[in-house]
């Protein structure tokens, strides 16, 4: 299997280009080592990370990274966001960089590959154009993102929606924002010297582990991701009558957990039962006051509701009312619904990315899915001033933010020759 796409890919890339097909074949045995030496910033016993954004074992991260864009032949520098940016100019210098890149900061007990992934392959990348001579006519810049696992701090920051509340936020390393960047080399009281405006960057990639299971089970190489989900959370309020438990017959009780039970399976029945890929969730649940011998009189629970369409996250919704009002009707216990104001709006790619990147695959030899992200990711800040796009490669069943998380050496190395090829088709007009 990985012969075949290895050939098909070298026979393609020398009909689509007169630079030498060696060129679009990233080294799975680099990448897996550099894997593996990051992994040691932050290593626990179970064979992930701790690499909390601002820690200790963050700056050292930060270091390995700096240390391998130089080998790459790049430019180092962190700008004022924090952010870690590797620059290789091009041959014309009036064009705006191609920047790829991602994150390596991880959540605690994270795995390997989430956001590493996507910068160590973005560094093979400008390795190899350093290492064969290749110039191309965009600058490029590399880029790992500060802070992703906070909130897209670095991303934030390059499109100036880093706002002086934001900056006073305990970050999960015991110091706030403010003082994080200020720690890893940026400059929070001059934060618009990191925004990039629409027009300043030509174009993102951001390389990623799928963070799922779908490219795993089907077998694919590679996916084009159509999307960033939209996201919104409502709290859900249901007033029971709260009584004695032992003396309160079954036909006078007024349970509110009960009805949160009934609504917890209609969501699911919802969101499974209407055609896409939406998802809808109850993560967290408390019933009140909370006694095991009290018949719950309130129960106060989650709701957040995913997907690529805003029309569709609000038609799940609307559907769910209905369920609520009418488990509220039969069983006497309003339900109440408070949308929290933390929602985040669709980010689709650009339509263009998502053809070259298919273009790009299909012409190593690779299958790809189009498919959307469930999961929030830096791309969606910069899709705001920038075309961008997003390239999946598998997570073994589908296991992420745990110690388990593992891509294969080879995979990571076919996402890598995608991005190589996207970035040289962009360079080369694809996207005029």
């Not at 191309?136 to 880093?162: A, Q």
């Not at 009934?262 to 499974?272: D, G, K, M, Q």
């Not at 967290?284 to 011998?293: C, D, H, S, V, Y």
């Not at 075309?387 to 294969?408: C, L």
Request: zero cysteines; proline letters at 5%; charged letters at 20%.
């Amino acid at each position: 299997m990985t012969i075949r796409i290895i050939l098909a890919g070298l026979f393609a890339a020398l009909a689509w280009s007169p630079i030498h097909a060696q060129e679009f074949s990233a080294d799975p045995d680099r990448i897996e080592e550099r894997i593996q030496a990051l992994g040691r910033f932050g290593e626990n016993a179970e064979g992930g990370v701790s690499r909390l954004a601002f820690s200790d074992a963050d700056l050292a991260g930060r270091e390995y990274i700096k240390g391998l864009m130089q080998q790459a032949g790049l430019q180092v520098r962190v700008d004022t966001a924090g952010n870690i940016i590797g620059r290789r100019e091009g041959s014309e210098s009036d064009l705006a960089p191609i920047m790829f890149g991602s994150h390596i900061d991880s959540v605690p007990g994270g795995g390997n590959y989430d956001g590493d992934v996507g910068v160590i392959g973005a560094i093979e990348v400008a390795q190899l154009l350093h290492e064969r001579g290749i110039l191309t006519k965009h600058p490029i810049e590399i880029v790992s993102f500060t802070d992703e696992e906070g909130g897209l701090t670095g991303s934030r920051g390059m499109i100036g929606k880093l706002g002086e509340g934001t900056l006073g936020v305990m970050s999960h390393s015991g110091m706030t924002i403010r003082e994080g960047i200020a720690r890893v080399g940026g400059d929070p009281d001059r934060l618009e010297l990191a925004v990039r405006k629409p027009g300043d960057i030509a174009a993102f990639i951001e390389l990623h582990i799928e963070q799922g299971a779908i490219l795993h089970e089907e077998g694919v190489n590679i996916g084009v991701v159509q999307g960033i989900v939209g996201i919104r959370w409502w709290d859900v309020s249901i007033e029971g009558f709260a009584n004695h438990a032992g003396t309160t017959p079954m036909n006078r009780r007024w349970d509110a957990m009960v009805s949160a039970a009934e609504l917890t399976l209609a969501i699911n029945r919802v969101a499974r039962e209407l055609p896409g890929r939406q998802v809808a969730t109850v993560g967290k649940i408390e019933a009140l006051p909370g006694a095991p011998n009290v018949i719950p009189g309130e129960v106060i629970m989650s709701l957040e509701i995913r997907d690529l369409e805003a029309d569709k996250m609000q038609q799940v919704f609307e559907l769910i009312r209905v369920e609520a009002e009418r488990i509220a009707d039969e069983k006497s216990t309003p339900i109440r619904f408070a949308e929290i104001d933390v929602a985040s709006p669709p980010a689709p790619t650009d339509q263009q990315m998502r053809r070259i990147i298919a273009s790009a695959a299909e012409d190593l030899g690779m299958s790809y899915k189009l498919m959307p992200s469930g999961a929030g990711h830096d791309a969606q800040d910069i899709a705001s001033i920038a075309p961008a796009g997003m390239i999946f490669v598998p997570s073994v069943d589908g296991i992420s933010h745990s110690p388990q998380e593992y891509t294969t050496a080879i995979d990571m190395a076919n996402g890598a020759s995608v991005l190589l090829k996207t970035v040289l088709a962009i360079d080369n007009g694809a996207l005029e």
